[in-house]
């Protein structure tokens, strides 16, 4: 599980405001969408990589994220190399299977454009960690608000990251409970009962968060939450010379990047 | 002067249940009380605390009828942000009440919603903090606290925004007995030292006796009793009904009145029972 902490650990990237990182990740988020090329799209991957270096996380965390897409990404692979109309055929691998769309020919541009998509996928996913782990929640609260997200759904939004946890441990602990009642096939067993059991821990997990998300808008509300007057924000935040140099990267990057798309750079 | 709490036939069933969780409650509080809600578990205890503030009905739906007025709110019209500066309600389990990241952050919370100035927020969450005694805890994270402090930070929150009428759900419940002794000790002052009301519902009878001026019993979602602590503590077929175990100088009195002992005033502290029983010997 990714570790979304209230207390995010120190890095170098903290002493960013959060409106920097959330605009720098949404400009990669779009230039991964923009360019279809693998070549393109590794240049992103590099920069990313480049600050995960610079923020010094833990490298063993990407393994982990890339174990857990292995599956889907090796899907999408497939996929694309079979179904991507390419023209530059390099090997016959049946007769034209014409109900699926599968001309027989493994193309170039198949395994390209499937390279492509793994590659955006990869990306994107180790994007996110970036600012999730360097970014305290109430500060990535605030770059919300301060971009004009309103505060009722930017509050609404960090709780829920900062309840992951909490449900978490919640499923650890009534998978216990259910184990010391016996229930034993959480890794073993049939389909069904994999199921059955799987339903049974669902159950109280849902009904619990349901409760505590109850009790949880009784006690903001007690505390005046959504009062109809301009709030005030105890915490502050200020752009530092990094932060303008940044943000002026990130949409030197994205104008770039557009322009270079719209000129036919960047596509298979 | 009118009261500052009034509870008009209060009746109320939460959404897609047929029996309600509170019925026909009538009760008023004048300012400056300290009254204790006693009754056993599911009695309605909580749904009740969630009627001073408007939780009940405006965020359970489910049906409501009687009216229940506080600090000159009436908890139909008035919205929950306007009540919450009149009534602070600390909720049954404290953890669920803690979401910001520090103390400091989590007691001005109230006050941020408010849209208070910057240092008048500070200068309340100071004052809120010390009451409490957790001042030098500022920079702490809520989840790393000790339960007894998680309570107390859980009063500051409400302390902060300097409500007339304090509700408090079971605050020592889950703790240890010098957690919930700290707890009660500022709940006390609260009412003594800032003329605070305070509507405290507790299972810990010592408490009650010790510091209530007033003891409303429900059971069975009714409120069957109304009346100063050793009244109540008096009561053998009451105690039964509502399941109440009474502070053990009480049970002692008690006993000791069965016997045929002559003991015209329960004595609800150790003390008067140690002069009560010290006269029994002279007799
Ligand atoms: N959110 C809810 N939805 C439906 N029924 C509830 C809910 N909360 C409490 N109840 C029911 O209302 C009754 C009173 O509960 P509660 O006020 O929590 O009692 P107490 O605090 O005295 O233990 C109980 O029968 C309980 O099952
Ligand atoms: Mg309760």
């Keep these: ?268 | 002067m009118e009261p500052i709490i009034q509870f008009n036939s209060v009746t109320y069933s939460y959404p897609r249940t047929d029996v309600p969780a509170i019925r026909d409650i009538s009760f008023e509080v004048d300012a400056g009380e300290f009254v204790a809600l006693i009754g056993p578990t599911g009695a309605g205890k909580s749904t009740l605390c969630y009627c001073f503030n408007g939780s009940v009905p405006q965020l359970f739906s489910g049906a409501m009828t009687g009216t229940v007025e506080v600090a000159g709110c009436n908890t139909y019209q008035d919205e929950i942000p306007v009540l919450a500066q009149h009534v602070g309600l600390v909720v049954q389990n404290a953890r669920t009440q803690l979401f910001n990241v520090t103390v400091l952050q989590e007691v001005g919370f109230g006050c941020e919603n408010l849209g208070l100035p910057r240092n008048v927020i500070l200068e309340r969450v100071q004052a809120a903090l010390a009451f409490v005694g957790l001042s030098g805890h500022e920079e702490r994270e809520p989840s790393a606290l000790s339960g007894g402090q998680q309570q107390r930070v859980a009063i500051a929150c409400v302390l902060a925004m300097d409500p007339d009428v304090l509700v408090l759900d079971e605050p020592t419940s889950e703790l240890d007995p010098i957690g919930s002794e700290q707890v009660m000790e500022v709940i006390a002052r609260m009412n003594s030292e800032l003329g605070k009301t305070i509507f405290l519902v507790t299972h810990d009878m010592e408490f009650v006796a010790k510091y209530a001026t007033r003891t409303l019993v429900l059971s069975d979602h009714r409120l069957i009793k109304d009346g100063p602590p050793e009244e109540i503590f008096s009561n053998n077929a009451l105690l039964d009904e509502a399941r109440i175990r009474p502070p053990q100088v009480c049970e002692v009195s008690l006993g000791l009145r069965k016997r045929g002992y002559l003991i015209p005033h329960i004595p609800l502290t150790m003390n008067e029972a140690v002069s009560t029983i010290k006269g029994l010997n002279h007799a």
């Design chain 1, 1 to 268: 599980m990714i570790g979304i902490s209230s207390g995010a650990r120190r890095t170098p990237l903290n002493g960013l405001d959060g409106r920097t990182k959330l605009i720098a990740l949404l400009t990669i988020f779009i230039l991964a969408l923009v360019f279809s090329s693998p070549y393109y799209i590794l240049g992103l991957l590099a920069l990313v990589l480049t600050t995960w270096a610079i923020a010094r996380l833990p490298w063993k965390l990407i393994k982990d994220i890339l174990k857990f897409f292995l599956i889907i990404a090796v899907i999408i692979l497939v996929v694309q190399i079979f179904f991507y109309p390419g023209e530059t055929n390099l090997f016959r691998l049946s007769g034209p299977i014409g109900f699926i769309g599968f001309s027989g020919y493994i193309t170039l541009e198949g395994i390209m454009f499937g390279i492509a998509m793994v590659l955006r996928l990869v990306v994107i996913m180790i994007v996110a960690p970036l600012l999730v782990l360097t970014t305290p929640l109430p500060e990535f609260m605030l770059a919300l608000v301060k971009l004009k997200v309103p505060y009722r759904f930017a509050f609404i939004m960090t709780t829920a990251l900062s309840l992951l946890p909490s449900i978490q441990s919640h499923s650890a602990i009534i998978q216990q409970a259910q184990l010391c009642r016996g229930i034993t096939d959480f890794e073993t067993g049939r389909l069904l009962t994999k199921l059955r059991t799987t339903a049974g821990l669902l159950v109280p997990l849902i009904l619990g968060t349901f409760r505590d998300s109850q009790t949880l808008d009784v006690a903001m509300s007690s505390r005046a939450f959504g009062a109809p007057v301009k709030r005030t924000f105890l915490l502050e935040s200020h752009f530092c010379p990094t932060d303008y140099i940044i943000l002026i990267l990130a949409i030197l990057f994205l104008l770039g990047g557009v322009a270079l798309r719209v000129l036919g750079y960047g596509t298979l």
